[in-house]
């Protein structure tokens, strides 16, 4: 597909083959851009630690219930953003999101 075939209006189709090899060439071997969101998943699991613990190893400062279903939101929202894959591919994320 040429560059001409992806820009739509003066704008590039984020969804096209082309954007996508561009965004893996530029970004896909940069070590400080995935240091960047380790070090980000760190903080916010780390933040989400002393919410709930208030740095006490042993105590809750919310309870079990609060907890389980804190816990049962991030696993249906991680299911929610994996398991529509095939569409992903096929769509693109804008399309499928409803953006």
């Given amino acids: 597909m040429s560059e001409a075939q992806t820009i739509d209006q003066g704008r590039l189709d ?3 083959p082309e954007a996508k090899r ?3 060439r ?3 071997a940069d070590w400080r ?3 960047y969101g380790i070090a980000a998943i760190a903080l916010a699991m780390l933040g989400t630690f002393f919410l709930v613990t208030h740095g006490r190893l042993g ?3 919310i ?3 609060a907890l389980f279903w804190g816990l049962a939101s991030a696993v249906a929202a991680a299911f929610n953003s994996i398991q529509p894959g095939k569409l992903l591919r096929k769509y693109g994320a804008s399309l499928v999101a409803g953006l």
């Fill in 22 to 24: 561009r965004v893996r």
């Fill in 59 to 61: 105590a809750l400062s």
């Fill in 14 to 16: 984020w969804a096209s």
């Fill in 63 to 65: 309870t079990p219930l």
């Fill in 33 to 35: 851009l995935q240091a």
């Fill in 26 to 28: 530029r970004y896909g």
